[in-house]
T-cell receptor
Framework: DAKTTQPTSMDCAEGRAANLPCNHS???????VYWYRQIHSQGPQYIIH???NNETNEMASLIITEDRKSSTLILPHATLRDTAVYYC?????????????FGSGTKLNVKP | NAGVTQTPKFQVLKTGQSMTLQCAQD?????MYWYRQDPGMGLRLIYY???????DKGEVPNGYNVSRLNKREFSLRLESAAPSQTSVYFC????????????FGQGTRLTVV
């Protein structure tokens, strides 16, 4: 099963872009990279996912390296409400028989 | 939109007591999951159900049992609660395919004394 490595914590100034890195060097060809965040002790919230192309939605952008061994989540204009733990996850398994494994995540502190 | 609903939200048990955590989803999802989260840690997968009628062990299944009652409901049972099972429990569901996201409930905070 592919595992991920993330920094324990990061700081970001309000209004600036937050770039959260993730290493997943053992990822397999059909495994997607997902990002979730958890604010306080609420249920994790889906942010974005991708296979090999860069992805963007209303919340964030996901940049995946060409060799797929690492990725970066970008929050373009961080706000105080983006303070949370961010999880990078590789979804493992077969097409209809798979599961999410969470690591320890990155605590993002957005400061005024 | 209810999404994933967990009951109860809070529970205190005495060591040795049993209880069932309930989870229901209204998104017609095939797959459902139970996770636990201990203080300061990430989520760990307890059990999952890839589709109605099937269940499989995750990373930390010992001390738990599950039932996929129907497509909507996936319950987690603690037969004899232990203090080590004090945690926050999250239920999740997804369509099941590799390129679809999972949706999480708001959690059940369980304390075993």
């Amino acid at each position: 099963d592919a595992k991920t490595t993330q920094p324990t914590s990061m700081d970001c100034a309000e209004g600036r872009a937050a770039n959260l890195p993730c290493n997943h060097s053992t990822i397999s060809g059909n495994e997607y990279v997902y990002w979730y965040r958890q604010i306080h002790s609420q249920g994790p919230q889906y942010i974005i996912h991708g296979l090999k192309n860069n992805e963007t939605n209303e919340m964030a952008s996901l940049i995946i390296t060409e060799d797929r061994k690492s990725s970066t989540l970008i929050l373009p204009h961080a706000t105080l409400r983006d303070t949370a733990v961010y999880y990078c996850i590789v979804r493992v398994g077969r097409y209809n028989f798979n599961k999410f494994y969470f690591g320890s995540g990155t605590k993002l502190n957005v400061k005024p | 939109n209810a999404g994933v609903t967990q009951t109860p939200k809070f529970q205190v048990l005495k060591t040795g007591q049993s209880m069932t955590l309930q989870c229901a989803q209204d998104m017609n999802h095939n797959s459902m999951y139970w996770y636990r989260q201990d203080p300061g840690m990430g989520l760990r997968l307890i059990y999952y159900s890839a589709s109605e009628g099937t269940t499989d062990k995750g990373e930390v299944p010992n001390g738990y049992n599950v039932s996929r009652l129907n497509k909507r409901e996936f319950s987690l049972r603690l037969e004899s609660a232990a203090p080590s099972q004090t945690s926050v429990y999250f239920c999740a569901s997804s369509k099941g395919q590799l390129n679809t996201e999972a949706f999480f409930g708001q959690g059940t905070r369980l304390t075993v004394v």
